[in-house]
T-cell receptor
Framework: RKEVEQDPGPFNVPEGATVAFNCTYS??????FFWYRQDCRKEPKLLMS???SGNEDGRFTAQLNRASQYISLLIRDSKLSDSATYLC???????????FGTGTRLQVTL | EAQVTQNPRYLITVTGKKLTVTCSQN?????MSWYRQDPGLGLRQIYY???????DKGDVPEGYKVSRKEKRNFPLILESPSPNQTSLYFC???????????FGSGTRLTVV
């Protein structure tokens, strides 16, 4: 079983739609959680950290369920510019140990 | 501007010819890491460093070396590159594990 699993997609949604991505992780000792965004052939960029209480940043909402070991990202009112691959990232153990999911591709269309 | 700078951006080399990919950050970050990204496998950690002279292996360290003699620099060394090291490489740095990483623009390496 992979340490971090994501549905690879692609998710094809029309502009204005709401879309949700889920991610599961296998290590219950994982400590910190993030969503990154990666555009084609570019570097990953931090989108947001994920907290147990849930957190929101504009149109983006992230949730963490420690009991079920999954993380979610909700994007409301999708824009064309949201088209990218979204990476679920989990920090476990040593301070620099980050494990990346393989990413979920989102394509927003007119 | 706060950034992580990698060089070169693109490199084609031949099997066995030693090469170094440089990485430098100007944010006074303690943590630095190297990743490679391959289709279907995602980003995998090669080596990481928690401070000057403190480095450790990640998930795929074979065939790579690193050094951390100064806080800002974390070069990746391939002593004898092989075709299976053809990949997209990213350097990243972080203030702490809670704050997430800032990535460099990547180095696309081809070994023929």
């Amino acid at each position: 079983r992979k340490e971090v699993e994501q549905d690879p997609g692609p998710f094809n949604v029309p502009e204005g739609a709401t879309v949700a991505f889920n991610c599961t992780y296998s290590n219950s000792a994982s400590q910190s959680f993030f969503w990154y965004r990666q555009d084609c052939r570019k570097e990953p960029k931090l989108l947001m950290s994920v907290y147990s209480s849930g957190n929101e940043d504009g149109r983006f909402t992230a949730q963490l369920n420690r009991a079920s070991q999954y993380i979610s990202l909700l994007i409301r009112d999708s824009k064309l510019s949201d088209s990218a691959t979204y990476l679920c990232v989990v920090h476990t153990g040593t301070a620099s140990k980050l494990t990346f999911g393989t990413g979920t591709r989102l394509q927003v269309t007119l | 501007e706060a950034q992580v700078t990698q060089n070169p951006r693109y490199l084609i080399t031949v099997t066995g010819k030693k090469l170094t990919v440089t990485c430098s950050q100007n944010m006074n970050h303690e943590y630095m890491s190297w990743y490679r990204q391959d289709p279907g496998l995602g980003l995998r950690q090669i080596y990481y460093s928690m401070n000057v002279e403190v480095t450790d292996k990640g998930d795929v360290p074979e065939g790579y070396k690193v050094s951390r003699k100064e806080k800002r620099n974390f070069p990746l060394i391939l002593e004898s590159p092989s075709p299976n090291q053809t990949s997209l490489y990213f350097c990243a740095s972080s203030l702490s594990y809670k704050s997430g990483y800032t990535f460099g623009s990547g180095t696309r390496l081809t070994v023929v």
